[in-house]
């Protein structure tokens, strides 16, 4: 009986004495993404926030379809009490519904001590659609999109074609007045 005792008791005092254990805290919003999709580039914002004492490095990564699925940044330095912005960058390639989860995995900078790790997991939902358009223009625009970085040097190059033809135009008018 005084045995058990007193190891019971050594036991107390191994936990009272032993280091303490940090973990890691993450935050991340929204808790879950449903994408509705026809285009072939679609960009979706999550917040990670580290609302922890401790700095953190975080990596951000997909389960699945991370062929056609990318996030930016992947991996990057969070300040306690301070957030980030990560975006989604979704290149639908065929048509159909795909489920997948985000993982984003908080470890601590300082190797010294032993600190516990925290993840999250996100659930997304991509829906992907046919391209459908009416309108015979909206699709040829579509389909030169992704030849652009962004919309205004597609509207630039359209405006300098526009200017080049009433250009023509004007000078063909001037030769027929000049006969």
Same mark, same amino acid.
């Given at each position: 009986?005084?045995k058990?005792?007193?190891i019971?008791?050594?036991?107390?005092i &191994?936990f009272l004495?032993a280091n !303490?254990?940090?973990?890691v805290?993450?935050?991340?919003?929204p808790?879950?993404?449903?994408?509705e999709t026809?285009? &072939?580039? /679609?960009?979706?914002e999550i917040t990670?926030?580290? #609302?922890?004492d401790? @700095? =953190?490095l975080?990596?951000?990564?997909?389960?699945n379809f !991370?062929?056609?699925v990318?996030?930016? #940044?992947?991996s $990057?330095?969070?300040?306690?009490?301070?957030s980030?912005? =990560?975006?989604l960058?979704?290149?639908?390639?065929? /048509?159909g @519904?795909f $489920? /997948? /989860?985000?993982? @984003?995995?908080?470890? #601590?900078?300082?190797?010294r001590? $032993?600190k516990?790790?925290?993840? @999250?997991?996100? #659930?997304?939902?991509?829906?992907v !659609?046919?391209?459908? &358009?009416? $309108?015979?223009m909206? &699709?040829?625009l579509?389909n030169?999109?992704?030849l652009?970085?962004?919309q205004?040097?597609?509207?630039?190059?359209f405006?300098?074609?526009?200017i080049l033809?009433?250009?023509?135009?004007?000078?063909?008018k001037?030769?027929?007045a000049?006969?």
């Amino acid at each position: 009986m005084k045995k058990n005792l007193l190891i019971l008791i050594l036991i107390i005092i &191994s936990f009272l004495t032993a280091n !303490s254990v940090e973990a890691v805290s993450i935050k991340v919003s929204p808790s879950e993404i449903k994408i509705e999709t026809s285009a &072939s580039l /679609t960009k979706k914002e999550i917040t990670i926030e580290n #609302p922890g004492d401790n @700095v =953190a490095l975080l990596e951000v990564y997909l389960d699945n379809f !991370s062929d056609w699925v990318k996030i930016k #940044p992947e991996s $990057f330095i969070l300040e306690a009490k301070k957030s980030q912005k =990560a975006i989604l960058e979704i290149e639908s390639k065929e /048509t159909g @519904v795909f $489920f /997948t /989860t985000i993982s @984003v995995v908080a470890k #601590p900078l300082s190797e010294r001590e $032993f600190k516990a790790n925290a993840g @999250v997991k996100i #659930p997304i939902e991509v829906r992907v !659609s046919e391209k459908k &358009s009416n $309108f015979w223009m909206a &699709s040829v625009l579509e389909n030169f999109k992704g030849l652009f970085k962004n919309q205004q040097s597609l509207i630039y190059i359209f405006g300098v074609i526009l200017i080049l033809i009433l250009f023509g135009l004007l000078i063909g008018k001037n030769k027929k007045a000049k006969l």
